[in-house]
């Protein structure tokens, strides 16, 4: 395997002296091949836990239990060079494309400190190329933006060029953290194409963190889709969204408006409170306060995985257990 996380749970104690909890990731886990490269998508709301495991994965959070083993190696027990390792082949793209950037420096300066921390290049002159070949894969010219500075560019360009500065590493994953929810809708299909291609042409594989699940269908592989911290359903996309078993997975693909004007968007959703179930790690299903066919057992343990349709396509919900399915 190329990365894995084994039982993955992030719990955060309450500011201010507060003795409640809450749990942003909850025994979640994560397997991605070496070969063929892959898109795995990880959806859902705000707060659900995708930037938490996003940041576990990238180390910048250290998780309350669990581990992320790139190559066999966990990294939280990793060595200098196994870290430095780690992050040349572990690489990021972030959700917005202006904070990442120095504003005082030109776009230049973002490919100098690569090529310097990671030794990349012998002299100048193989550095403007590797520079110029990094721009051309994601669509942008040296000429155009490396003078410039990041306030003169557009979203969409500092995106791309965000995508220039991780390939350039040579990493053998990527983690996308929302990176098209801040640049315009004109702008998203040419960032996913670039995503596409680095995959199928480089062999880059993407953890593509998104609450948008039009683009996840169009571009991953695979998905794992959260609720409050905790996975609801996951599986190969396709079969995840075109057949969803668990009710959130259900409201989530329901609520996208059809993109037609003769049909009209209606219907109230009215929400409980927010981290209603979110205090305990056995407080139950957290989708139990929102759920229309919940059932007595789904306040007593949040349920398993349970095998649906394809091998790999799998629901946490105890209306997919096989005695209820053959009930029902």
Not at 93 to 108: E, H, I, M, S
Not at 191 to 200: A, G, P, S, W, Y
Request: hydrophobic share 35%; with cysteine; proline share 5%.
């Amino acid at each position: 395997m190329l990365l894995e996380v084994r039982d993955a749970t992030k719990i955060y104690s309450q500011r201010g002296g507060g003795t409640g909890e809450v749990i942003a990731l909850q025994d979640f886990n994560l397997e991605i091949r070496k070969s063929p490269a892959s898109i795995t998508a990880i959806a859902g709301e705000s707060g659900s836990g995708k930037t938490t495991l996003a940041n576990a994965i990238l180390g910048f959070t250290r998780l309350t239990s669990g581990q992320v083993i790139y190559d066999g190696q966990d990294i939280s027990h990793a060595n200098r060079a196994q870290v430095k390792d780690y992050r040349r082949n572990v690489q990021a793209v972030f959700q917005d494309p202006f904070g990442v950037y120095n504003p005082f420096y030109r776009v230049q300066h973002v490919f100098n400190l690569i090529i310097k921390n990671f030794n990349l290049s012998r002299n100048q002159a193989e550095s403007r190329q590797m520079i110029e070949e990094a721009l051309n894969v994601v669509g942008l010219h040296g000429q155009d933006v490396l003078r410039k500075y990041p306030h003169q560019l557009s979203g969409g360009q500092r995106q791309r060029i965000m995508m220039a500065r991780a390939y350039m590493i040579e990493p053998r994953l990527i983690v996308a953290d929302e990176p098209v929810s801040m640049v315009d809708a004109s702008l998203r299909a040419s960032i996913l194409d670039v995503m596409l291609r680095l995959k199928e042409e480089n062999g880059i594989s993407f953890l593509y963190i998104t609450h948008d699940l039009s683009t996840a269908y169009q571009v991953s592989d695979r998905i794992h889709v959260l609720y409050q911290g905790s996975v609801a359903e996951k599986g190969p996309t396709f079969s995840v969204i075109d057949r969803p078993h668990h009710p959130y997975v259900k409201l989530l693909i329901d609520s996208v408006p059809v993109p037609d004007p003769a049909v009209k968007w209606e219907g109230e959703i009215v929400f409980p409170a927010e981290e209603e179930m979110r205090g305990s790690a056995n407080s139950g299903c957290r989708f139990y306060p929102r759920c229309d066919q919940r059932l007595d057992q789904c306040l007593q343990q949040q349920p398993p995985l349970y095998q649906v349709d394809d091998a790999d396509h799998q629901v946490a919900c105890y209306l997919c257990q096989p005695d209820q399915s053959a009930a029902q």
